[in-house]
């Protein structure tokens, strides 16, 4: 079986609204610093993209969680591959995901964050397909909701290709 992937989201259009996020956080965080997570892998390009455009101090840390094996629907089991390098305690917490499916993912991981005693935790996704939703998650800041299509790009893999794609699309089973 061979793929075909077809343009959802054009480069130009994926930054303008990073941009417009950051824009966002930058007003919200005024005077703060933020200490942002990101999770691995998928949410590297867009963590990226999105710190260079924050004006107010960063620090950066990097976990990886799992929920999906080589394929494209959730097991529903999450697991810590990697934890994060520093503590949490009294910073002003910023996740960062690329993608919020089931909610399943990210209300692990919230709620583990949270024991952790962060002064504050927010949630930053680049895309969000409420319609697959199955667990509730709180986003505070998402570029873009989307059909419940799987996507790649920009981060996101379809067994672990893809990443690099400039924009985001949809692949196509042919
Ligand atoms: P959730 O726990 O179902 O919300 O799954 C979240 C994770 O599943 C994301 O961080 C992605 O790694 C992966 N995922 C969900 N939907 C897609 C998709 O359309 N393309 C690629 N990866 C996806
Ligand atoms: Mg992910």
Same mark, same amino acid.
């Given at each position: 079986?061979?793929?075909?992937?077809?343009?959802?989201?054009?480069?130009?259009?994926?930054?303008?609204r990073i941009q417009e996020?950051?824009?966002?956080?930058?007003?919200?965080?005024?005077?703060?610093?933020?200490?942002?997570?990101?999770?691995?892998?998928?949410?590297?390009?867009?963590?990226?993209?999105?710190?260079?455009?924050?004006?107010?101090?960063?620090?950066?840390?990097?976990?990886? #969680?799992?929920?999906?094996?080589?394929?494209?629907?959730?097991?529903? =089991? *999450?697991?810590?591959?990697? @934890?994060?390098? /520093?503590?949490?305690?009294?910073?002003?917490?910023?996740?960062v995901e690329d993608i919020?499916?089931?909610?399943?993912?990210?209300?692990?991981?919230?709620?583990?964050?949270?024991?952790?005693?962060?002064?504050?935790?927010?949630?930053?996704?680049?895309?969000?397909?409420?319609?697959?939703?199955?667990?509730?998650?709180? #986003?505070?800041?998402?570029?873009?909701?989307?059909?419940?299509?799987? =996507? *790649?790009?920009?981060?996101? @893999?379809?067994? /672990?290709?893809?990443?690099?794609?400039?924009?985001i699309g949809v692949v196509?089973?042919?």
């Open positions: 079986m061979s793929e075909k992937i077809r343009v959802l989201i054009s480069e130009e259009k994926v930054e303008q996020i950051a824009d966002e956080i930058n007003r919200d965080y005024a005077g703060r610093e933020i200490h942002m997570i990101c999770v691995l892998k998928g949410a590297v390009f867009f963590m990226c993209e999105l710190s260079k455009r924050i004006t107010v101090p960063v620090s950066l840390d990097f976990m990886s #969680v799992s929920s999906y094996g080589d394929d494209t629907k959730s097991s529903g =089991v *999450v697991k810590i591959i990697k @934890d994060l390098d /520093q503590p949490l305690e009294g910073k002003d917490v910023l996740v919020i499916d089931s909610g399943r993912t990210l209300s692990y991981l919230l709620r583990i964050l949270k024991e952790r005693h962060p002064y504050s935790i927010r949630l930053c996704t680049l895309l969000d397909k409420p319609d697959r939703r199955v667990t509730a998650v709180d #986003v505070d800041y998402s570029c873009f909701q989307i059909p419940d299509e799987f =996507v *790649v790009g920009y981060g996101l @893999d379809y067994m /672990q290709k893809y990443r690099n794609l400039p924009y196509e089973f042919e």
